[in-house]
């Protein structure tokens, strides 16, 4: 018995009435739900069966089945459901405007959603294609919402008449979501009725990856909380610069520099200040650079053949590189004695070590 979608006719409704066919263990299968399961790449929804929370929803042929824990629930039983809205809603928002994004990246460049998967905290989707407009693409959907386009969700009675979009081969029944002027694309998901219900929208980062560009995105409430976190942070700076939107990248900028300048002169004065110690063939510090771990430890082999830097103290054990001009492969094995861990080359070899400053010094003299 396939159980009826009440989420298809219904998407704003969150309270509804059903009896129970099913009991097996946490899995309780109703007559007809308003929960939609987890499907084509969207998480699925959550809420309560009888004040029960429900903590996962799944589809198998056609056969929604929601998990609870601990429960009192018998074939025959009429329940209560409701459904947690601010979390619908937030879906409904994100999966609808997925429909807009791919529906005008595929206007502009020919590009195919082969991949989609929608969270709690974002929406990504990936095209068959490199695609570099953002900001383009941006000012599209957006102007699409302003627009505030009809969205029709519907089964047709003659799907050969209608030309779609689909991620994958559909079996039965297809459902087709079209936003007009925009998108018609295969989905079993709950929608949104318009365009200006998604309020706003920001792709927030960009993946080139081998199959093409893959978008994280965000829609309505979603979009606006981040775009509010981003305000307020930005608020703070330039308190904290005396800046503002002109000016605040031009200081950041200009500190960076002197940030990258200083590093730099500290990197230096630090490996002159390491050199400085160096009178024997192997240095301990508290604390340096790895740069200059590397670079003091050449600074060693050239004067002493061998020579290494430890970084650490006993009590916390060492960060060692070790340099020869013979084989410090060998001297690995003299380490490894002491439980020390590592590898490396017959030129220079490098780990870690639990042994004391005496031990080391012992072993390697």
Not at 68 to 81: C, L, P, R
Not at 235 to 256: G, R, W
Request: contains cysteine; negative net charge.
């Amino acid at each position: 018995m396939k159980t009826i979608k009440l989420y298809d006719e219904m998407p704003y409704s969150t309270d509804f009435k059903a009896t129970v066919i099913e009991v097996n263990k946490n899995e309780i299968i109703l007559d007809q739900t308003l929960f939609f399961p987890e499907e084509g790449g969207q998480e699925c929804d959550l809420g309560t069966i009888n004040d029960i929370p429900v903590k996962d929803v799944q589809i198998k042929n056609d056969v929604i089945i929601h998990y609870v824990k601990k429960h009192h629930f018998n074939v025959g039983d009429t329940i209560e459901g409701h459904i947690d809205w601010k979390r619908r809603y937030s879906f409904m928002q994100n999966h609808t405007g997925e429909h807009l994004l791919s529906g005008i990246v595929h206007s502009m460049y020919g590009c195919d959603n082969v991949s989609f998967h929608l969270n709690s905290e974002e929406g990504q989707v990936e095209y068959d294609g490199d695609i570099k407009d953002i900001d383009l693409i941006e000012e599209k959907v957006n102007q699409a919402i302003y627009e505030n386009k009809e969205i029709h969700c519907f089964y047709p009675d003659d799907l050969e008449s209608i030309s779609y979009r689909s991620k994958k081969e559909i079996e039965g029944k297809v459902r087709i979501v079209e936003i007009k002027d925009y998108d018609i694309c295969a989905c079993r998901a709950p929608h949104v009725k318009r365009t200006g219900e998604l309020g706003v929208f920001k792709i927030i980062k960009v993946i080139h990856t081998t199959r093409g560009t893959r978008f994280i995105f965000l829609f309505g409430e979603r979009a606006y909380h981040r775009f509010k976190d981003d305000f307020d942070h930005l608020e703070s700076l330039y308190h904290l610069f005396s800046s503002n939107n002109q000016t605040l990248v031009k200081q950041v900028n200009k500190m960076y520099e002197e940030k990258t300048a200083l590093e730099i002169k500290y990197a230096q004065l630090e490996k002159e200040h390491m050199i400085s110690l160096c009178d024997h063939a192997y240095l301990f510090v508290e604390d340096c650079l790895p740069i200059n771990q590397r670079e003091v430890t050449n600074h060693l082999v050239n004067v002493y053949s061998t020579g290494g830097v430890f970084v650490g103290n006993d009590k916390k054990g060492y960060r060692y590189v070790i340099g020869s001009a013979n084989n410090a492969l060998d001297i690995l094995t003299q380490l490894k004695s002491l439980r020390s861990k590592g590898g490396g080359s017959k030129e220079m070899i490098q780990g870690f070590t639990p042994a004391s400053k005496t031990e080391l010094l012992k072993a390697l003299s």
